[in-house]
């Protein structure tokens, strides 16, 4: 048969490989900086901007989107014309894709430092960076299925699956996330409120580990692994069978983020049921690639791709085995909202994410140069700056996370709280020490990289078009006696549309329920809609990134009640758009701040939160006191709500802040009183207005409603 | 002594062979029944029942041993008569080895004084299990042994049936460890049997069965799943979180209850009397001068001066109080907290810290600090003797008190 002689298209993956090194770096300084904050808050010098709160979301971000988003698009785009058989379906959609992708990332390196968030974990980016992933996201399936479509290849091997599984998926998770009600033009309100909002943002952010995270890169695996230690895939019925398990069970498990909340527990126990099952799924990933290897140790021994890769996959199976273990009740009882979270989700970014990415780094570079890679001795340093920083990292952060728990929940026998929150974080600061300098060791082995890979550049040549040559896909041939699977693999738009029926069971299974059946979110009479005041200071608090340390979420335990007050009722979120319960306690739990300090006290905490707490690691708010209010933004607010169901009285934008003004001016009336003078347009006012609101509602009589205020 | 071992070995292995069980049954039998009460004990009885089971089989393996290696020697004999003594001199090295450490530990043991582990005497209790515990190493010592000796004779098989040497080679490569079975790996030998010819870019795939442990711990993972919603939500013998809490709740306030008996420490707002006692003065001044607390807003010196500023709180050292300057009226302030700034401590101190240091700041009263706050509420005067048996008088006399002063206090306001 004529073979046909065509060109694989290095430059898009050259281009993505650069931004995956260059943001990989910018994401990591952006977590040490935030980690070093956490025990030394003085280093976000006081600037608004880099304050954890803001910072914390651009760690996240850059690392999930810009890094290890780049390192999959690089990955996918040399892996996939090799596995087809053929150039990229279009070098202007490469492109178009490209530059895309870095302008979104770009655009979140401006407006997170900004406060501009819409204060979901992930999903932080505003409205109209949303439509503009949704759209490259698009550019990018079609340049995938284009090219699949014009491969040279029959079947599709066990990696594209997964791309198209990833694909699918992320544009499912991201639309339905991002429904949201612009008021501005950086501005919006979730549509969805309170348990509802919960329920979306952790099926999103638990599958945007699993989809953005996980699938994408467990489809590298498939390529970079055998073709870096030369050997053939260990099971063909493995990888069918743990693709399909893992994707299918995957979409389920996002309620055990919320063990404990409001969440219906029916929806929770789906959740740790379907994490305990996905177990197998996921090590079926880890056994195929480190069965792979069999026969080729003597290699993982010599080629540092190969250590990396080791170690990623080895990190892979830690936490996929950690996480369904997490699930469980009387586990996450102890880990949630503690730093265990953060050592399990570093084991899986450091570990997993990050070594892959290098790896196929060390892999993809010198052979698009032509040349071998520089030093293998300075990567394996890498390598061992790298384990040693994930090890550094992870064992203080468990120990912390475990201390810290513990502590909470102590007793002295009167049946007192035997700690205050402050000392349970002061007592592990030299552990978020410790912390930083893993993180930094981490850093360190990714400058090694950054000059190795320089110096193989420098020595090879640029490879812009392979050549390549294969024979053309023949139409039609009769197969016979196959297995059956090997049907579906020549058929990618079926394949496309089964992964999408499958994630969507799941999801639909837990959400429709939860926002039809009235019993799942028993209304709370004197539940009543915020006051335009505390509205504006709810968006402060949203963009300040408060949800970073601090939770609203009361677990029925009983030293949370003690300390917090009752325990939080599904009924008291329902005009909360976004939800605010967070996931991490650095500070104490907010959801029954309400009343409990004085508008002073707040004042001054703010200001300088050692002068009430000594010892506290909370930053200084200092702009809170100078910047005004913007009231002007207050009717489109309420009109949003308005059109979310929130039961503001017709036309009660236009009088709004006729009752923000005077609201704020009691507040202030009310500082006065204990010596402090401030202007009744100042930010903190609106923060202060919230927070004293927060959880009051349910407690003694009910507060007037906002048609009575009028 | 090898010679002479070698030549007794080939005269009379049978003898031998008696003779090594002899020299185990005796030394087992001294420390076996060690005194008459030690029958009684189940543990002893199961040990004892093990040793000499382990002896039974110990016995068997060294018959078969000797049996073997007489045979192996008859043959050897005509080729190469060295490796075979050597074998048989090192066997016999490391079972008369065994036995002298054997008889050691007997001796150490003697040596032990007596107490008790699992209701036998510690000595009675380590001997044996030393003894089990070299049984057990006798047994692999001999299975090691005869396994060496079967070895031999395989690949003196092998050789006579003129196979080459790499079939050795390729048995040795077929052989499976426990780590393959466990697997269910095949050996990569056979790999090509496994290749489904795709070629993905170089890439092949094999067709390996799932490892066992995979498929089975997947299934034991979803029926977990199937009981655990079944408990959770259909027949709900698992409790729900709430239920969980309700529980947790009336336990803890069980214990409490059940301490606070036991300590005696339960006072209230209603029962509370001053404190004079030094050492509880000393308590509730650690409690009002730790930073978290009463300082925050009434300064270190109770003045109701914070760096050098009013506080939040009033200078507590005057005659003048807000809620009441009363030892009781403290605690319930301390208590309950006022909503007018002041937090309820109810959570954070117990009944008695609160009493401590309500006496502390009442042992404060007239310090006079360098800078106080000006006076807030209401001047209250101290009575000149308590009578603390009548506690509803005394709230009614404060009552009283606070209503006269509280006309007096209107009284000065209008002038």
Known sequence: MQVEKFYYDNRIVKAFGYATVIFGIVGMLAGLWAAIQIYYPAISLNLAPVTFGRLRPLHTNAII??????????????????LCKTRLFSDKLSWIHFWGWQLIIVGAAITLPLGLTNGAEYAELIWPIDIAIALVWIIFGINLFGTIVKRREKHLYVAIWFYIATWVTVALLHIVRSVEIPYSLTGSYSWYAGVQDALVQWWYGHNAVAFFLTTPVLGLMYYFLPKAANRPIYSYRLSIIHFWALIFIYIWAGPHHLLYTALPDWAQSLGVVFSIMLIAPSWGGMLNGLFTLRGAWDKVREDPVLKFMVVAITCYGMATFEGPMLSLKNVNAISHFTDWTIAHVHIGGLGWNGFMAFAILYYMIPKMWDTALYSKKLATNHFWLGTIGIVVYAVPMYWAGFEQSIMWKSFTPEGQLKFQFLETVTNIKPLYLLRSIGGALYLAGAFIMVYNLYKTMAKGKFIANEAAEAPPLVKEIKHKKEYWHRILERKPMT???????????????EIIPTFLVKSNIPTIASVQPYSPLELQGRDIYVREGCYTCHSQMIRPFRDEVKRYGEYSKAGEFVYDHPFQWGSKRTGPDLAREGGKQTDSWHYNHLYDPTSMSPGSLMPRYIWLLDDALD??????????????????????????????????DSIAANLKKDKIETP?????VALIAYLQRLGTDIKAEPKQTVAERK | MLPLLCKRSKKIPGLLSVLVLLCFSQQAWAAGPPAPSVFNNPLAVTFIVLMVLLLIIIAILASLLLGAADLKLKKEKKKNPVIPATVVSMLFFLLLNSTSLFAQAGDAAAQT??????????????IMVTVIFLELLIIIALLINIRFLLKVEKE???????????????????????WDKFNKLRPISQEGDLDLGHDYDGIRELDNRLPPWWLYGFYVCIVFAFIYMWRFHVSHTAPSSLEEFE???????????????MKGDNVDENTVTLLTDAADLDAGKAIFTNPANCVTCHGGDASGIVNDNPGIGPNLTDDYWLYGGAIKDLFKTIKYGTNKGMRSWKDDLSAKQIAQVASYIKSLHGTKPAKVKEPQGELYKEEATTPAADSLKTMNDSIKTKELLGKLGAAKAMN
């Open chain 2, 247 to 261: 529980t947790s709740i009336a336990k803890a306030d069980l214990q409490i209850k059940e301490y606070l008996e």
């Open chain 1, 65 to 82: 989107f810009a890094f290890v988003g780049n390192a999959s698009f690089a990955g996918i785009y040399y892996s996939l014309q090799r």
């Open chain 2, 156 to 178: 003196k098989n092998v050789v006579l049936i003129a196979e080459t040497v790499e079939v050795t080679e390729a048995v040795k490569r077929t052989r499976l460890s426990w």
């Open chain 1, 631 to 664: 009231t002007a933004s207050t009717p489109a607010k309420i009109r949003a709500m308005r059109t979310l169901g929130v039961p503001y009285p017709e036309g009660y934008d236009k009088i709004a802040n006729r009752d923000l003004v005077q609201q704020a």
């Open chain 2, 113 to 126: 004084t007596s107490a008790t582990i699992a209701g036998m005497s510690a000595s009675a209790f380590y």
């Open chain 1, 680 to 684: 009744p347009n100042a930010e903190i």
């Open chain 1, 495 to 509: 394949m496309l549309v089964l992964s999408l029926v499958l994630v969507a069971i799941g999801g639909l299974i």
